[in-house]
């Protein structure tokens, strides 16, 4: 007799997983809250839909935290494993310049997920949707409701893949928390990763320089540098150099309630040589003129130094020689949950063995981002969520 399987929630951990679950030994129903499944999916799809990235696989482990956390499940799903799988269910992919796997061009977000759904379904998954999980009845038997009308399933495995607490509106809550810490489940409060920085700007700032990027610039907190691009809000920073840092920001906020940033305007020339193009005394051009024409300053990197430095500093060529390579910025407030890309928290990761089962619920599994880990933007997070769902699906094959 065929065992039953419940997975509620329907995003990428859940589609891989029920994807691979033998359909000659498991009876798979997937219970989805909203109206259509994977809609935090498809959100994420519209910003540039990067499936995974290229890397080898041991630096890719290396971008998991905690460290080994994935180990297990990237060795036997790995990104090399998921573009031969997406081809194989007619999702053929590609590496872009910047390293990271797309669907091939042409191939929207929702057809992506349509594929997912067909092979699914292919396999004999039924899919619910606006069924949400209530908790568990006194026989430890699901509770929904579906519709306003409670219902009890009862399922041989249950495996909760509720996503973390960012993009809310795609469903993607914290509700479960309560639900699982009053069955003594220890659950850590979310927190905002691979999101803005708030910085406390000079007044007036944000009004001139809102929207407009900061190009080819480095980022440092911390001892840690990234090289990206970042947008000046009115909130703070925000770009792929400050996301992937903000674990770092996030630690020094939680010790010391503030965090410190550099940025490094030009890091392709020294000090040395910014020096040089700005002190010439044949020169009869003001420092403005020089910046702009001998270091190649771009005009919203002249508005920020201007407005986050002393006249005095500003004219002194050693002065602004020294902010160009070290603007010291102090970051007060990462971005709110809510609008951050990933979180971290969740389920603490002692809650769970090495398959992702429950040791105090045997038959109970948790994937996904409801789990504490963290890991940057570029396809790590979807990467991350394949590979648990399809290792899990592995797992249970073999036991059953």
Known sequence: MKKKVAIIGSGPAALMLAANLDPEKFQVAIYEQNAAPARKFLVAGQGGFNLTHSEPLEQLRSRYFPSNFLDNALSVFSNEDLRIWLKNINIPTYVGSSKRVFPEKGIKPIEVLNTFLTTIHSRGVTLHTRWAWQGWNEKDDLIFNQEDLLQDIHTDIAVFSLGGGSWQVTGSNENWVKVFSEKGISTIPFQPSNCAAGIHWPEGLPGITEGQALKNIRVTTNGLSKDGELAITRFGLEGGAIYALAPSFRSSLNKKGFAELSLDLKPQLSIEEILSKISTRTSNHAISHRLREQVRLTEVQMTLLKNCTTKEEFVNPASIAAKIKNLTLRVNA???????????????????????QLRKLPGAYCIGEMLDWDAPTGGYLLQACFSMGYYLAKHLNSLH
């Open 334 to 356: 990462l971005a709110p949950t809510d609008e951050a890309i990933s979180t971290v928290g969740g389920i603490d990761l002692t809650e769970v063995d090495s398959h992702f």
